[in-house]
């Protein structure tokens, strides 16, 4: 009895209630809001994409954060447009983890100026890599022998390798963006 | 006595920018102004049929431009009012036929002697709609309750803002279906203007009776018991300056629609 009553109830406030929440014209109107906010900012999704990414590094260094359900729009009234970030925490970070982090960041960079610097010699040492090359030939006999060139020469094969290494793994992750 | 120039342009084609300048044009002939409609849709000229004056056309824009003939002779009158003359476009021709300077000379040479000169705009945001508004100090932006005519008529807005000639632009809700709206499945003219956070000129329903009227090359404003005729010839009073109340076409009718619309403002509030 209590059943067929609440069905009815639910039936007459469905009737007279207008607003579903999920009709076309909601649909579109929220669409449009978010489609206008893009044009009129030139913000792109590549842009918007990277920025994401950025943000993620950032806070994830302070709190652990739930990635998948981070939400970044642009939202706005009338003439004024907002940047909505919306994140949803796990946890904050402890003290240590944060100096961990900071201090892999650190390596990182130090890693990737170190890189920078043997892609430099690379450029300056192109020239004379034919003489390396000769060089090599004739240490190969004598493999005890070790002089400065030929060990610079080694470095910078394998600084070669972990270059095309690097390359390959930013081919793989582009796909995924 | 100087002239109005109003330039009516959508961006997206299909909004009824030409059944709108027929409408409003017609409207204030009817009202005692003298208008002049210049057709700028180089190449894919309709304005004419829709007046009905398809079959008196000698000269065209392109040719008053190229100096076949003095201006004067270009302009076609309407069949029923004096008042109201046409200036077509070239079908044979395409936009870059006219510059944006000649079409300003035209305008300001017609200021003279009208006061209106309602420019109907290709749609489009190239060279033809840049050659349109190049005259103009006033501007009416059609669009519908459709999520592409929003869109476009946002860009439209931006280039028209960005164009210091341009003094007012206001917007002109066409095709509206009161019907669709109220179930939900259609934006509303609010909704429309809040997004696009523009004065409002009009609201158009869509009205079956344009396809006939079309038909005839009548403008709908001719009819007196059409609520698309009556809306237009709204739209023409508050041109001349007056204060004219919008139509009801979003208000609920029914017993029913009340009780409904009464729910819907208390679930709002929640």
Redesign the interface.
């Known amino acids: 009895m209590k059943d067929i009553f609440t069905n009815l109830y639910n039936k007459v406030i469905g009737f007279f209630q207008a607003e579903k929440g999920d009709s076309s014209k909601v649909i579109a109107s929220n669409r449009l809001k978010l489609v206008l906010m893009h044009d009129r900012t030139n913000l792109d999704t590549f842009t918007m994409q990277k920025m994401r990414e950025q943000l993620i590094k950032v806070i994830s260094k302070y709190i652990e954060i739930d990635q998948e359900a981070l939400d970044l729009n642009l939202e706005g009234e009338g003439d004024a447009i907002a940047l909505m970030l919306n994140i949803p925490v796990i946890r904050a970070r402890t003290m240590e983890e944060i100096e961990a982090i900071e201090k892999a960041e650190e390596e990182e960079m130090a890693q990737k100026a170190l890189e920078a610097n043997e892609e430099s010699k690379d450029d300056e040492t192109e020239n004379s890599s034919d003489d390396c090359e000769n060089l090599d030939d004739d240490t190969e006999n004598e493999e005890n022998n070790e002089n400065d060139e030929s060990n610079d020469c080694e470095e910078q094969n394998e600084s070669d390798k972990e270059n095309t290494k690097a390359d390959k793994k930013l081919k793989s992750k582009q796909p995924q963006n | 006595m100087t002239g109005r120039v109003i330039v009516i342009t959508s961006g997206k084609g299909g909004v009824g920018k030409t059944t709108t300048s027929a409408n409003i044009g017609t409207a204030l002939a009817k009202s005692g102004a003298k208008v002049v409609l210049i057709d700028t849709d180089i190449g894919l000229r309709n304005l004419d049929l829709l007046l009905g004056l398809e079959n008196r056309i000698v000269y065209t824009l392109v040719d008053v431009v190229e100096e076949r003939c003095k201006l004067k002779q270009a302009l076609v009158k309407d069949k029923k009012n004096p008042n109201l003359c046409l200036l077509a476009a070239a079908q044979t021709r395409d936009k870059t036929a006219v510059s944006a300077e000649q079409l300003k000379e035209i305008c300001e040479e017609l200021q003279e002697d009208y006061d209106f000169i309602l420019v109907d705009c290709p749609a489009g945001i190239e060279h033809g709609f840049q050659t349109a508004i190049s005259g103009a100090s006033e501007a009416i932006v059609v669009t519908t309750p459709?999520?592409s005519a929003?869109?476009d008529a946002?860009?439209i807005i931006?280039l028209l803002e960005a164009k210091e000639e341009i003094k007012s632009y206001k917007l002109l809700v066409n095709r509206v279906r009161p019907n669709l709206?109220?179930?939900?499945?259609?934006?509303?003219v609010d909704?429309v203007v809040d997004?696009l956070?523009c004065n409002l000129i009009g609201v158009i329903p869509e009205d079956t009776g344009i396809i006939t009227s079309t038909n005839r090359g009548e403008p709908i404003v001719n009819d007196e018991n059409s609520l698309a005729g009556k809306a237009y010839k709204n739209v023409a009073l508050r041109i001349l300056g007056e204060e004219v109340p919008f139509l009801d076409i979003d208000e609920p009718h029914g017993v029913i629609d009340k009780?409904?619309?009464f729910?819907?403002k208390i679930?709002?509030k929640a």
């Open positions: 459709e999520m929003v869109r946002d860009r931006g709206i109220k179930a939900n499945d259609m934006m509303s909704e997004i956070s009780i409904k619309h729910f819907s679930k709002a």
